[in-house]
């Protein structure tokens, strides 16, 4: 089993930042791949960023050039720095993680944090 712990959402206005962070119970070298996920209300959930296999990092396109992926593996923790904050951000930010074992894939998400954009 994985516990992720996620922290560091809230309420800002637009144009600030704030970083999530999402701490793994384990070593994150024993994770295939690790991102963070968002659910707007009334939204299905998408991808924000991830990092699969350690080093290729994918964003979604509504949030290049403003959001930063990054992991911290002395921590166990995974961060999302969120630049320029707009409100259409607005939502549940969910910390996900995939390890592969013989070949099946198991998937474990974190609890979810808050983040509202609004002035």
């Known amino acids: 089993q994985v516990q992720l712990v996620e922290s560091g959402g809230g309420l800002v206005q637009p144009g600030d930042s704030l970083r999530l962070s999402c701490a793994a119970s384990r070593s994150l070298n024993s994770f295939n791949a690790m991102g963070w996920y968002r659910q707007a209300p009334g939204k299905q959930r998408e991808l924000v960023a991830r990092?699969?296999?350690?080093?290729?990092?994918n964003y979604a396109d509504s949030v290049k050039g403003r959001f930063t992926i990054s992991r911290d593996n002395a921590k166990n923790t995974v961060y999302l720095q969120m630049n320029s904050l707009k409100p259409e951000d607005t939502a549940v930010y969910y910390c996900?993680?995939?390890?592969?074992?013989?070949?099946?894939?198991?998937?474990?998400w974190g609890q979810g944090t808050q983040v509202t954009v609004s002035s």
């Open positions: 996900r993680v995939d390890r592969v074992v013989t070949s099946r894939t198991y998937v474990y």
């Open positions: 990092i699969i296999s350690g080093s290729s990092i």
